[in-house]
């Protein structure tokens, strides 16, 4: 057979892209931040019938299909007028609570702490999971897959499938757990609540401790006042499966609380001839620009918006980290954008104590998992708090259950407007004029958008397998002074191949 | 041999589903114990967890490359990935950064790892049907793979 070499490129319009404008001083002007849209989804769901939707909408997205599966299930059961049994709510939760175990733990060591635990300016070379674990240990490299494994090995036995759930129906859930996997789970579940104790501990040691990176989370350049988006629960606690959507202000005062089913009435979206994404806007605020403060109906979702929305934690060691989380940085709310790592580690905690408490609970084994849906289907909206933040499902059927019209507003979506916003003001803050723009210094203003755990869904997978990113940086005549695609080709040409057709 | 014959991509994404497409063919042909086909849109991490415990994997994924052919099959082994191990990713880590920690680990990762990586065209629509010179490359990838499983060799 033939050898060649080829040249991997990534989808033309499948990378993210930060451009940065400087003015005549060459400092930033402008800097925008595009994310490719897929294309067709509503379409492609038209004409289905509705129950195929949570086996449909995990395929949007290989990174959080859990968080689809859960807000798309829970449409369903809008759509069938049907409640499910208490035993079915309580063991989606607690699928949904290994979700984010899951999740959150790759996102904190593979993607955050690389860049604290070796400085954000260290040799790229370095700074990933591989320098991470050879400086904190091989041990703790271990302990972050084998979590992973026992939130994976949860999910795999109630979701039905390794990777992508198919557990949940309109009204219910497909099979009850046995005891033995209960038993199995509940151990798994208390090892899970050391990792997230460990975990806070590690960021303490290595993140807190140091004041320099502080300084660097509290500082100018990673803050941004905004209004912030979360489910609560009746006590107006964090919840990930269930709940109101509570709106708190920048001064962190409670401006709404709605049902799921009224978001339109909360949400709008803004269009910008750039942008193919939407951007949306608290309707009773209204749209200013991309602008910050109380005027501007610009919001945030993800993990500090959800601990910044909520009045506390319903388990006792999150509760504790929580209240020092806000001792620490100023209180409620926080604005410090990097501060979203530190509440994603809160978060991790809370998800595994709260997973314990299901496996423990008395209801948790129980075969009534279903309740049959006799309604005539026509409209549901299902929300749940991906790990990324709110996710809206919203179906229209007919009669007959087919869908008509599909909806969904997702993590990333919410957080567009504040992470262009945010991207801005970390480049105005590190560039200025004249200045040699470094390797490091554009990793610093990547991280202002890193902290949102942007889920960019089209480019997870696609050899080589990771997600590209673009910087461009302009002069005041539009003119390219510089361009840093360190993710794209430069490292992935020339691979030696052997061509099979 | 313990193996795993993977398909890798969205399913519903025009040809990004060409990896799944193979593997949904290759599971009525290679009807044996030790062979297990699976399908997944994943990367990074959760293609790491996905491989442990297997002694040989063969995925099967979309590429696209300069001035590719649609359809065109290549094959590729772990070196030809190893130049992509430190590069930086947003999102998650890519996969020989992935390999290379699960190796570091000691976990039982497969001894042998082949990538069956097939060029393909459209990427960001919705449908689950692969463009038409992608669709016809289909046949001789899983012609290809099953021959290799059957013979017991590398072909």
Known sequence: MKKVTIDPITRLEGHGKIEIFLNDEGDVQNAYLQIPELRGFEKFCE??????????????CGVCPGAHHMASTKATDAV????????????????????????????????????????PTSDPS??????????????????VIKHRAYAQDIQTVIGGKATHPVCGLPGGMSKPITEEERKDFEEKA?????????????????????????ELITGDIYTMKSYYMGLVDSNNKVNFYDGDIRVVDPDGKEVAKFKPADYLDYIAEHTEPWSYLKFPFLKKVGWKGLVDGKDSGVYRVNSLARLNVADGMTTPLAQAEYEKMFDTLGGKPVHATLAFHWARLVELLYAAERLLELCQDGEITSPEVRTIPTATPDEGVGVVEAPRGTLFHHY???????????????????NYPAMNMSVKKAAQGLIKKGQVVSEGLLNMVEMAFRAYDPCMACATHTLPGQMPLEVVIRDSRGEVVEKLSQHLHSELTGIRVTVVS | MKTLILGLGNPILTDDGVGPQVAKELEGRLDQQEITVMEGSLGGLNLLDLLVGYDRAIIIDAIETVGGKAGQIYRLDLEAFDATRHAASVHDINFATALELGKRLGLALPQQIDIFAIEVVDTSRFSEECTPKVTEAIPL?????????EGGQDA
């Open chain 1, 47 to 60: 004409g289905r019938p509705v129950e195929e939707m949570p086996r449909i909408t995990p395929r949007i």
């Open chain 1, 80 to 119: 069938y007028h049907v409640d499910p049994p208490s035993a079915a709510k309580k063991l989606r939760e607690l699928f949904y609570c290994a979700h984010m175990i899951h999740s959150h733990i790759a996102h904190f060591y593979a993607l955050a702490a690389p860049d604290f635990v070796l400085g």
């Open chain 1, 126 to 143: 370095e700074r990933n999971i591989l320098g991470l674990v050879a400086k904190v240990g091989l041990e703790v490299g271990g302990e």
């Open chain 1, 190 to 214: 208390k090892s899970e609540v050391e990792f997230g104790k460990f975990s806070l501990k590690l960021f303490n040691d290595l993140v807190l401790a140091n004041k320099e990176y502080l």
């Open chain 1, 396 to 414: 229209q059927t007919d009669e007959k259950g087919i869908i008509q019209k599909a909806n969904l507003i997702v993590a990333t979506g919410h």
């Open chain 2, 141 to 149: 990838c899983v012609e290809t793979i099953v021959q290799e499983m």
